[in-house]
């Protein structure tokens, strides 16, 4: 699966943006899907989960109420629903996937991933 990330740039307090996820060489089906953030000096860290195999999602507690992420299966594209940003938010956003166990369990360490996109620049000014 080859993931292409998109839609970051530099937006106000409180505004909003929507990040895309774009896979090609394989569908979405089959995979677990996430949403990873990456801030200077900081480790990388999960953001916002979604089960391919029944749609559950999971965030981080720092964005629970404020993000949101979706699939669109027709479109082969994840969506990451970013309001009410805070200057925290700031960082390099990365979408990645990894085969689907069809269970319950939930994946939020990079390590857990096996595809990546690049990163794409989120920055909220205070």
């Known amino acids: 699966v080859q993931l292409q990330a998109s839609g970051g740039g530099l937006v106000q307090h409180g505004g909003f943006l929507r990040l895309s996820c774009a896979a090609s060489g394989r569908t979405f089906g089959g995979h677990h899907m996430g949403w990873f953030r990456q801030a200077p000096g900081k480790e990388r860290e999960f953001v916002a989960a979604i089960r391919w195999n029944d749609g559950a999602t999971k965030y981080a507690d720092s964005v629970k109420g404020r993000f949101a992420i979706s699939l669109d299966n027709a479109k082969n594209t994840m969506y990451l629903q970013m309001d009410s940003l805070k200057p925290e938010d700031t960082a390099v956003y990365s979408c990645?996937?990894?085969?689907?166990?069809?269970?319950?369990?939930?994946?939020?360490?990079?390590?857990?991933?096996?595809?990546w996109g690049q990163g794409t620049q989120v920055t909220v000014s205070s």
């Open positions: 990645a996937a990894r085969p689907s166990d069809y269970g319950s369990n939930w994946y939020v360490l990079p390590k857990e991933y096996d595809y």
